[in-house]
């Protein structure tokens, strides 16, 4: 991928990643060529239909499912809000009213949690270790017969440990409960099979793998109860109403094929990335120490620095033009401790040191380079402006 930005660093592709030239040149044929409506039956309308096609045949060959049991969606958040809202609604009339999912899950996941609580459902957040990873035995010792959903995500935003879906999700179908996973920040990153993972409900979204913003996709297993998030008329196999982003899902299609290439050679091309800022900067800096060491998708670190507040080191670190983040960029501007890191048991000051660096594809050895020369000039400055004075 070509860089774009200069003589920057980016190192937030967990934010969002830079659109692949070829996913935006799909974006733009779409855009000025082929605009007809795709539930239309003329010529126009076939040609945008085919386009829908080929894209819902790329995001199934990503995930390992089938084609038609793919719904697109304007992305993660409402993947998410789809997947939890539309099981709970249809499993309401049966008596089931617990929903359960973990404490680190995003904002988009806890919010709906939060608005269902307030409609009567009693809802359950599972702890996790200091790795960042949940137990199948807190899931076996929370879930009950009154349980409709679980959501769990598949790889966390912050820290990027991996929980063991697949157990978790036969705990879940043991229970009849139904399972949905965020794999918003997996998919493109580790290997994605809903099968062999179990789950009913997994989401995506285009942004995280190189791909425009606004689109994502809602997988759903085949027999599960779902109500439609948005009503109107039948797109989407009437699962989701309104007519579909042609250009964006044309270019989640791209990406996703993109992704589905690179999978093998990109992650251990960014785990080696990761492990050697890990490795040089806990050695170059005192104090510091990574957050998340379970399981982890490739591409992610966390690391927090003693006697160092988060949002100054992020400040500091982009006016030497490295582009690094706090945590969630749903969450950015509030000065709130991580809910993640302190969710792990990490405390207060620890869940506000911390510094999220996640690479990407157009990221190489001398960003690593750049950033291990930068940082111990920038945290040492920081934490001598905090050093209280010495008595005359």
Known sequence: MVRSWGVRIYLDHNATTPVDPAVAAAIGAVLTGDFGNPSSVHHFGQRAKAILDEARSSVAALIGGQPGDVVF?????????????????????????????????????LNTFKALGKRGWRTTLLPVDATGVVAPEALREAISTDTALVSIMHANNEVGTVQPIAELAAIAKAHGAVMHTDAVQSAGKIPLEVVSLGVDLLSI??????????????????????????????????????????PGIAGLGIAAQLAQTKLTSEAPRLA??????????????????????????????????DRVEAESLLIA?????????????????????????????????RAQNSIRFS???????SDVDRVVE???????????????????
Not at 215 to 237: D, N, P
Not at 359 to 365: E, K, L, M, S, V
């Open 359 to 365: 690479f990407g594809a157009g990221n190489t050895p």
């Open 73 to 109: 969606t304007g992305g993660g958040t409402e993947s998410d809000n789809a997947a939890i809202r539309g099981a709970a609604e249809s499993l309401e009339t049966t008596g089931r009213r617990h929903l359960i999912a973990t404490a680190i899950e995003h904002e988009a996941v």
């Open 272 to 305: 080696a990335l990761r492990d050697q800022l890990e490795a040089r900067v806990c050695a170059a800096i005192a104090g510091t120490a990574v957050n998340g060491t379970g399981p982890r998708v490739p591409n992610t670190t966390n690391i927090s620095f």
């Open 317 to 349: 670190l982009d006016l030497e033009g490295i582009a690094v983040s706090t945590g969630s960029a749903c969450s950015s501007g509030t000065l709130e401790p991580s809910h993640v890191l302190k969710a792990m048991g990490f405390p207060a000051h």
């Open 374 to 392: 930068a940082l111990p000039r920038v945290v040492e400055k920081l934490r001598a402006l905090t050093r209280p004075a010495r008595r005359a």
């Open 205 to 246: 979204s285009a942004h995280k793998f190189n791909g425009p913003k606004g689109v994502g996709a809602l997988w759903i297993r085949r027999g599960t109860r779902l109500t439609a998030f948005a009503t109107g008329g039948k797109q989407e196999r009437g699962r989701r109403a309104g007519t579909e982003n042609v």
